[in-house]
Every structure is written in C-alpha cells, then in structure tokens.
C-alpha cells in the first residue's frame, strides 16, 4: 500500500492539506510530473547513483507494480536472478527486469553471459505456468551506443527480445497510468517490448496516443 498512501495529500494539524514539493526531472514537463508519487519521484536521481543500486532495483520494480503487473522481486543477494519479474496474468506475458544504475550511460555487452543465463532459467517455468510471450528489460539512467551483436547473441540463446528504457521514460509511462487508469492497455503495453534496442521516445509517445 505504500505507492496508495503516498498519493494521499499530508494534512496539518488544522486539518488543511500540505502541498509536496515535487522536484524538477529533465525530460518531463511539470503536467506529467504532478502525476508521479513522491514515493519514486527519486527514481531518476537514484538511476544516476552507483550507490543506491538496491534502492534503485525496488523503485523499478514499484513502479512496474503500479503499473498493473504482477511483480516477484529478487535482486542483490539472491544470484544470477533478474531484479524482478513482471507478469502480466490477463494476457499471459511476463518481462524480466534488471535495473541498472550508473553515473554514466549503461552499456549493453559485458554482462552478456549472466543475461544469457537467468532469462534461460525463468523462462522455461514461465512457459510452463502458461505465459506464452517472456521480454528482457533493461532500466537505467541511459545507454551509450548499442551493441547489435550483444543483442543478438542474446536472442539467439534465448528467443527473447531485449529491450532498454530509461528511467525518465518509466515515469512518463507511469504518470500516463495514473492520468488514464481505466484506458492504459498492458496488452497494448506489449508493442513497446516486442523489438531489440532502445524504446524510442516516438515509440513511447506512439503508445500514450493510443491510451486516448
């Protein structure tokens, strides 16, 4: 309950509400900031923070909850797992998550291997349980140059797309959520997970456009 709660407006002892500052984040316009609840409005700060990288993993993985998933955390100190696992149980799809927090852009290609490994590991449950599609999604502050290799490496190994999102471009979602609960489709949600790379900001625009 702690994403509700943080959505309920403070009140003083005279019973008249206190009003949150909401901090400025680059990249997201004070309409779709107001939107965001103070309990991840850290989350990019916390993606640019090597040291907060288990903070930064639970952040992800509320956002994902709020969001209307279905979401197992795991993270540090439990093994070559993904930071969590969102399922989607209406329409059987499920997206493995690994939240990446880095001062400087993430690059995809030196963690190939461990990739490679646990998406194998909780796939083939997955399918069993009756999930018939499983993504692989990288969250982080921002990427350098793609490696194509890496990424097919992976989905040759796996059958699974990779694709990476920014930290700023998960809260632009969520504050799409939280405007238009009964319109945000997860199924449509799919379209954005389907292809290997970056989720570009037109693909995601695309997306909120359809919500209307």
């Known amino acids: 309950w ?5 959505l309920i407006p403070v009140r003083s002892e005279n019973g008249h509400s206190i009003t949150k500052s909401i901090p400025k984040i680059d990249g997201l316009p004070f309409e779709l900031l107001k939107f965001i609840p103070p309990v991840v409005q850290d989350l990019v ?6 040291e ?3 903070e930064f993993e639970q952040s992800v993985n509320l956002v994902f909850k709020m969001l209307g998933f279905d979401v197992s955390e ?3 100190g439990t093994g ?7 399922k989607e149980n209406q329409h059987r799809y499920a997206i493995l998550i690994d939240a990446k927090s880095r001062k400087e852009n993430y690059k995809i290609g030196t963690e190939d291997r461990k990739f490679i490994e646990y998406i194998k590991t909780f796939s083939e449950p997955l399918l069993k349980g009756g999930f018939t599609n499983i993504y692989f999604l990288i969250v982080s502050s921002g990427f350098d140059s793609v490696s194509a290799t890496a990424l097919k490496n992976i989905k040759l190994e ?8 920014t930290s700023t471009q998960l809260l632009k979602l969520l504050s799409n959520k939280i405007q ?10 799919q379209e954005l997970l389907i292809e290997d790379g970056e989720i570009t900001e037109k693909k995601i625009d695309k997306f909120i456009a359809g919500q209307k």
């Open 2 to 6: 702690k994403d509700v709660v943080a």
């Open 45 to 50: 700060d916390l993606s640019i923070n090597d």
């Open 80 to 86: 070559r797992k993904p930071d969590g696992v969102a």
């Open 158 to 165: 796996t059958q699974v797309a990779t694709t990476l999102l």
């Open 180 to 189: 238009t609960p009964r319109l945000f489709d997860l199924k449509t949600f």
């Open 52 to 54: 907060k990288s288990r």
């Open 74 to 76: 795991y993270g540090q």
